[in-house]
């Protein structure tokens, strides 16, 4: 069993920035991919920003050149850096987790976080 535990959403006003946290714990397991989703309110849940073992990253158009995810795979935590945020970036954010267990059965999983709260005020 994994657990991830979010951190960083809140309230600010367009044009400022956040960073977004998600520590992975538990135990035998290793982790490949981490990434951001997020949902607005009546939406689906989108892809904000992936990233790989290897490190290869992953963005929506909508947050290119804005949103920056990076990983520190000594601490299994992934980050995304908000920047330039609109109002249209309002939304929960979710962590989500691609996992191998390191002992039989070596199976793969996927988590997902809580959420965390981003509100942009125009």
């Known amino acids: 069993q994994v657990q991830l535990v979010e951190s960083g959403g809140d309230l600010v006003q367009a044009g400022g920035s956040l960073r977004l946290s998600c520590a992975a714990s538990?135990?035998?397991?290793?982790?490949?991919?981490m990434g951001w989703y997020r949902q607005a309110p009546g939406k689906q849940r989108d892809l904000v920003a992936s990233?790989?073992?290897?490190?290869?990253?992953n963005y929506a158009d909508s947050v290119k050149g804005r949103f920056t995810i990076s990983r520190d795979n000594a601490k299994n935590t992934v980050y995304l850096q908000m920047n330039s945020l609109k109002p249209e970036d309002t939304a929960v954010y979710y962590c989500?987790?691609?996992?191998?267990?390191?002992?039989?059965?070596?199976?793969?999983?996927?988590?997902w976080g809580r959420g965390t709260q981003v509100t942009v005020s125009s």
């Open positions: 538990g135990s035998d397991f290793s982790i490949n991919a």
């Open positions: 990233t790989t073992s290897g490190g290869s990253t």
């Open positions: 989500q987790v691609a996992v191998r267990r390191t002992v039989p059965p070596a199976r793969c999983y996927v988590y």
